[in-house]
C-alpha cells in the first residue's frame, strides 16, 4: 500500500479491489482444504507414520491444484469482463476496469502457489515446526519489498502485483525444500503426473473460454444483464469442459470433486 501510494492516483484501489477476486478462490478452496486436512497431518506426523503423511499431502496438493489453476486460467481470461461486471459503475470506468484487470492478471499468476503455500505450511505445523514457516516468510518477505520496488518502475501497479506472485512462489519453493530436507521425498512422481493433467486441461479450459467469450461477451460489455449472461455462458462453457477434459485424461481428482 505504501508502494502503490507512490504510484499515480487510483493505484492502492487497483490493487485492493484485484486482490478480493484473488483472494475469493483461495479462501474457498485452499485455505478450507489446508484447515481440513490438518487433523490428518497431526494424527499421522504423532503416529510417525510418514508414508500416510506424504500421502495425504500429495492428496491435498493434487486436490487444491485441480481446482485453482483452472480458477486461475479462468480469471486471467475473463479479468477484464468480470471486473466490469462486479465494479463497473459510477466513478468506477472503463479506464479503472483496465487497470484493475492489469493487477488480476499478475495477481492470478501467483494463484496456485498462494494456495499450495497453505498445505505445505499445514504439513509443517502436522510436524509442530512453526520456526521454518515463519523463516521462509521472512525471506519472502524481503524478496517482495525488493522485487517491488524493480518491478513498480517499469510496470507501476501491475509490479507490485507480480512481486506479491512471485515472492509467494519463492516461499513456496524454500518451503518445499525445508520439507524435503526434513522427511526425504514427497511423492513427487505422483504429484508430478496429476498436476500435468491439471495444466493440459486447463489450458485447454482456456482456449475454449476464450473463444466463447469472443461470441457472447458483447464489445464494450453492453448492459449489466449481458455482461452477466455472456460471462455466466463462459464459466459454464468453462466448468463443463474442463470437467470433460479432466475426465478424458482420467484425472483421480474428478471423482473426488464430484463425489464432494
Not at 486471467?76 to 472503463?94: C, N, T, W
Not at 502485483?161 to 511423492?187: C, D, E, I, Y
Not at 455462458?233 to 464430484?258: H, M, N, R
Request: with cysteine.
Amino acid at each position: 500500500t505504501f508502494l502503490a501510494s507512490l504510484l499515480p492516483e487510483g493505484s492502492v484501489s487497483y490493487l485492493y479491489y484485484a486482490d478480493r477476486l484473488v483472494e475469493f478462490p483461495l479462501g474457498i478452496f485452499a485455505i478450507a482444504t489446508a484447515t481440513a486436512v490438518l487433523p490428518s497431518l497431526s494424527r499421522q506426523a504423532a503416529a510417525r507414520d510418514f508414508e500416510a503423511l506424504r500421502a495425504t499431502f500429495a492428496y491435498a496438493v493434487n486436490l487444491v491444484s485441480f481446482v485453482t489453476i483452472p480458477a486461475m486460467v479462468g480469471l486471467i481470461v475473463l479479468r477484464q469482463p468480470i471486473v466490469a461486471l462486479l465494479f463497473k459503475r459510477g466513478a468506477f470506468d472503463a479506464v479503472t476496469v483496465q487497470m484493475t484487470a492489469v493487477a488480476l492478471l499478475y495477481y492470478a499468476i501467483g494463484l496456485w502457489a498462494f494456495s499450495v503455500v497453505r498445505i505445505v505450511v499445514a504439513t509443517f505445523y502436522a510436524l509442530q515446526d512453526t520456526k521454518t514457516p515463519v523463516r521462509t516468510a521472512v525471506l519472502s518477505i524481503i524478496a517482495n519489498i525488493v522485487l517491488s520496488v524493480i518491478l513498480m518502475q517499469w510496470l507501476l501497479h501491475g509490479g507490485l502485483a507480480l512481486a506479491t506472485s512471485l515472492a509467494s512462489m519463492l516461499n513456496l519453493a524454500l518451503l518445499l525444500k525445508a520439507l524435503r530436507t526434513k522427511f526425504g521425498s514427497l511423492q513427487w512422481n505422483d504429484v508430478k503426473l496429476s498436476l500435468l493433467k491439471t495444466v493440459m486441461c486447463s489450458a485447454t479450459m482456456g482456449a475454449v473460454v476464450w473463444g466463447t467469450a469472443l461470441y457472447v461477451i458483447p464489445n464494450g460489455y453492453g448492459s449489466l444483464s449481458a455482461l452477466f449472461l455472456g460471462l455466466s455462458v463462459c464459466i459454464i462453457t468453462g466448468l463443463l469442459s474442463y470437467g470433460a477434459f479432466s475426465w478424458l485424461v482420467k484425472s483421480p481428482e474428478i471423482d473426488t470433486v464430484l463425489a464432494m
